[in-house]
């Protein structure tokens, strides 16, 4: 369940428009994705569901205030989802991946400055890859994680753990 956007700016200068919109895609685009499918796996009494955060539900960033919320307000949504769909078989799991390398992360970590900033905050001193994510998601999607539910698993190369 991926669903997200943030725009970057000082909150001193976010509008009503940027809140509502980031709000709208981000946190409803989550809930009401999870719910549609959550009701076709109450239907067939089994299921998983990963949704998509990240470490921003963690951290504080600044200029990045609203993004970080509805970050961990899906974090929270994660858990409460996982205990009320629990007893019809359904895990739901996030996964809350660091900046990763990808066209939406080009711009931001093209800033040589920032993009050391991001390194130095990182213990294993790198930038994530697209299958590092994806394979966390297979795996919460698994049998494997059959007894997961409610958790969101951090792929962060250790920042949250500093």
Not at 29 to 55: H, Y
Not at 94 to 121: C, M, Q, R, W, Y
Request: aromatic share 6%; glycine share 10%; net charge negative.
């Amino acid at each position: 369940n991926n669903t997200g956007l943030g725009p970057s700016n000082l909150a001193e200068n976010v509008t009503e428009e940027d809140f509502d919109f980031t709000l709208s895609v981000n946190l409803k685009g989550t809930f009401f994705v999870s719910q549609e499918v959550g009701r076709q796996m109450i239907k067939q009494k089994s299921g998983r569901i990963v949704n998509l955060s990240s470490q921003a539900g963690f951290v504080a960033l600044p200029t990045e205030s609203i993004y970080c919320m509805t970050k961990a307000a899906i974090n929270h949504l994660t858990k409460c989802l996982a205990v009320e769909w629990a007893q019809h078989g359904i895990t739901v799991n996030a996964v809350a991946p660091t900046f990763i390398n990808t066209p939406g992360t080009a711009k931001a970590l093209g800033d040589k400055e920032f993009h050391k900033h991001v390194l130095s905050s990182i213990p294993l001193g790198r930038i994530g890859e697209p299958m590092e994510v994806a394979g966390a998601v297979v795996f919460l999607a698994s049998p494997a994680a059959a007894l997961i539910t409610g958790d969101t698993l951090l792929i962060d190369g250790g920042w949250t753990a500093k």
